[in-house]
């Protein structure tokens, strides 16, 4: 199994900068992707951005050209570097990893606890 801790969540304001991080440990190998979901008040959870083994990055609409995913394999973490922030982008972000199984092929999916993150003058 993974494990996923996040961390730098916090309150700033309209126009602001965050940086969240994500420390995976646990069957690091295994892992396919990892990425960033967020879910907001009264609002489906979504994918925010995700990043596979291969470097290949995708990113939801609303934070395309203000959102940065990135990675650092020595140290199992993957961060989010949020730009220019909105009051909508206002959410409870959860760090994923997807786990790929060859035999039988399964996919399992892994979550951290969450970090808020609040945009507010």
């Known amino acids: 199994q993974v494990q996923l801790v996040e961390s730098g969540g916090g309150l700033v304001q309209p126009g602001g900068s965050l940086r969240l991080s994500c420390a995976a440990s646990?069957?690091?190998?295994?892992?396919?992707?990892m990425g960033w979901y967020r879910q907001g008040p009264g609002k489906q959870r979504e994918l925010v951005a995700a990043?596979?083994?291969?470097?290949?990055?995708n990113y939801a609409d609303p934070v395309k050209g203000r959102f940065t995913i990135s990675r650092d394999n020595a140290k199992n973490t993957v961060y989010l570097q949020m730009n220019s922030l909105k009051v909508e982008d206002t959410a409870v972000y959860y760090c994923?990893?997807?786990?790929?199984?060859?035999?039988?092929?399964?996919?399992?999916?892994?979550w951290g606890r969450g970090t808020q993150v609040t945009v507010s003058s």
């Open positions: 994923n990893a997807r786990l790929m199984q060859w035999s039988p092929l399964r996919t399992m999916d892994y």
């Open positions: 990043i596979a083994t291969g470097g290949s990055t």
């Open positions: 646990g069957s690091i190998s295994s892992i396919s992707a």
